[in-house]
T-cell receptor
Framework: DGGITQSPKYLFRKEGQNVTLSCEQNLNHDAMYWYRQDPGQGLRLIYYSQIVNDFQKGDIAEGYSVSREKKESFPLTVTSAQKNPTAFYLC??????????????FGEGSWLTVV | GDSVTQMEGPVTLSEEAFLTINCTYTATGYPSLFWYVQYPGEGLQLLLKATKADDKGSNKGFEATYRKETTSFHLEKGSVQVSDSAVYFCALGPTGNQFYFGTGTSLTVIP
């Protein structure tokens, strides 16, 4: 099935530990995004990438890092510098402009909890 | 900058009631407008969209019209069901390769 796959669904992080959330898409989409959602709140953009080997910071990039080595993959690392990482993380992607590229599609999300 | 403002929740309705969730936007260009729905513990699913002024998006009994003169994209449904209980997000984009989301409106439909 075509889609956006995030893993793991649930992840626990100890203080001072880096963790990586996986996001894979087989939709041949160019652009990929990471958002953070806190309970009862809207979405805040962490990072986005338009093409392989290129990415831009969003509104809340501090304490996070990303890579885009393959078109299909856009992993997010939550570093120990992120002081309040407990949240729901959403990965999204968008087709190329001219191919319904004005619409963004989401994965199922990953819950990260600090223990 | 571009932004979306949507009605504060939560909203509680009885089954078969009429639903309106207000959404207004600010945009410098001519973005597309969207409504997404989020069920508990899940990602956002596209509910409907409109790509230009006066377009009406519709899906599963929901509809919204892109109103440039009032900069609005209100979501409506004539008769809600218990299964419509979810959080609804209004969004616009892409502008500068980004999308902008409202803060979400929680809807609970009671039998």
């Amino acid at each position: 099935d075509g889609g956006i796959t995030q893993s793991p669904k649930y992840l626990f992080r100890k203080e001072g530990q880096n963790v990586t959330l996986s996001c894979e898409q087989n939709l041949n989409h160019d652009a990929m995004y990471w958002y953070r959602q806190d309970p009862g709140q809207g979405l805040r953009l962490i990072y986005y990438s338009q093409i392989v080997n290129d990415f831009q910071k969003g509104d809340i990039a501090e304490g996070y890092s990303v890579s885009r080595e393959k078109k299909e993959s856009f992993p997010l690392t939550v570093t120990s510098a992120q002081k309040n990482p407990t949240a729901f993380y959403l990965c999204a992607s968008r087709p190329p402009l001219g191919h319904s590229g004005n619409t963004i599609y989401f994965g199922e999300g990953s819950w990260l909890t600090v223990v | 900058g571009d932004s979306v403002t949507q009605m504060e929740g939560p909203v509680t309705l009885s089954e078969e009631a009429f639903l309106t969730i207000n959404c207004t936007y600010t945009a410098t260009g001519y973005p597309s407008l969207f409504w997404y729905v989020q069920y508990p513990g899940e990602g956002l699913q596209l509910l409907l969209k409109a790509t230009k002024a006066d377009d009406k998006g519709s899906n599963k009994g929901f509809e919204a019209t892109y109103r440039k003169e009032t900069t609005s994209f209100h979501l409506e449904k004539g008769s809600v069901q218990v299964s419509d209980s979810a959080v609804y997000f209004c969004a616009l984009g892409p502008t500068g390769n980004q999308f902008y989301f409202g803060t979400g409106t929680s809807l609970t439909v009671i039998p």
